[in-house]
C-alpha cells in the first residue's frame, strides 16, 4: 500500500517565525493529498485540500495566507505555517488516498510555538 | 453541517468483554472508515465500508455500517490490552474528503 512520509516528525519554533512541513507519497503518485490539524486530546478537522499544480483549497475558517500550500509535484506536498503563534501548535497529518478508497495517513508533524 | 458523533467518548473495560463503539452521522454517505490512534502517532487504517450493509472483520475487531440509519458500529470481542487507542470513525463526504468523529478513548484493562 501507499507509503506517505512527513518531515520533520517534531518542530520547536519561536513565535512569528514560519515553519514547513513536508509531506511526500513513497510510493504513489497523488494528485490530491490532505492536510489535517489535530489539537490535544481533540479529533482531526481537515483543513484544505492539496491539488498537484494548482491552488490548494480551504475549508471555511482556514486563513490560506498563513496556512501556505504548494503542491509542486506529483509526490510532495507542503504547509508552510506563516508567523506562527502558540495557538498554531498543533499535530499537523497529512494523508493521500489511493484508488482503492484507502485513505492513507503520514505519520504526523507536531508543532510547538513558543 | 455534517455531524458525526462517537458513542461512547471514553470506555474503560476489562480484558476479555466484548463492546461497542456507535458512529452516528447526519447526512447522506455510503462510505465510512474507521482508524486507530495510538498516543502521539498518527493513524492506522482498520477499515473501509463502501456499501450499506457493509461488514468487516480483522482479528478481534468488527465494522459494520447501516447507510439508511446512518450508523457504523465497533465492536470488539473479547478485548486484549493490545486493543487499548483511540478509534475515529470518518464519514466520506464527496471529493475524498473525510470528516471525523470525536474519537473513542479505549482502555483495557488487565
Known amino acids: 500500500g501507499a507509503v506517505v512520509s512527513q518531515h520533520p516528525s517534531w518542530v520547536i519554533c519561536k513565535s512569528g517565525t514560519s515553519v514547513k512541513i513536508e509531506c511526500r507519497s513513497l510510493?504513489?503518485?497523488?494528485?490530491?493529498m490532505f492536510w489535517y490539524r489535530q489539537f490535544p486530546k481533540q479529533s482531526l478537522m481537515l483543513m484544505a485540500t492539496?491539488?498537484?499544480?494548482?491552488?490548494?483549497?480551504?475549508e471555511q475558517g482556514v486563513e490560506k495566507d498563513k496556512f501556505l500550500i504548494n503542491h509542486a509535484s506529483l509526490t510532495l506536498s507542503t504547509l508552510t505555517v506563516t508567523s506562527a503563534h502558540p495557538e498554531d501548535s498543533s499535530f499537523y497529518i497529512c494523508?493521500?488516498?489511493?484508488?482503492?478508497?484507502?485513505?492513507?495517513f503520514g505519520p504526523g508533524t507536531r508543532l510547538t510555538v513558543l | 453541517e455534517l455531524k458525526v458523533e462517537q458513542n461512547p467518548l471514553f470506555l474503560s473495560m476489562q480484558e476479555g468483554k466484548n463492546y461497542t463503539i456507535y458512529c452516528n452521522y447526519s447526512t447522506t454517505s455510503d462510505r465510512l472508515y474507521w482508524y486507530r490512534q495510538d498516543p502521539g502517532k498518527s493513524l492506522e487504517s482498520l477499515f473501509v465500508l463502501l456499501s450499506n450493509g457493509a461488514v468487516k472483520q480483522e482479528g478481534r475487531l468488527m465494522a459494520s455500517l447501516d447507510t439508511k440509519a446512518r450508523l457504523s458500529t465497533l465492536h470488539i470481542t473479547a478485548a486484549v490490552h493490545d486493543l487499548s487507542a483511540t478509534y475515529f470513525c470518518a464519514v466520506d463526504i464527496g471529493a475524498q474528503k473525510l470528516v471525523f468523529g470525536q474519537g473513542t478513548r479505549l482502555t483495557i484493562n488487565p
Open positions: 492539496s491539488n498537484e499544480g494548482s491552488k490548494a483549497t480551504y
Open positions: 510510493d504513489f503518485q497523488a494528485t490530491t
Open positions: 494523508s493521500e488516498r489511493e484508488q482503492s478508497d484507502t485513505q492513507y
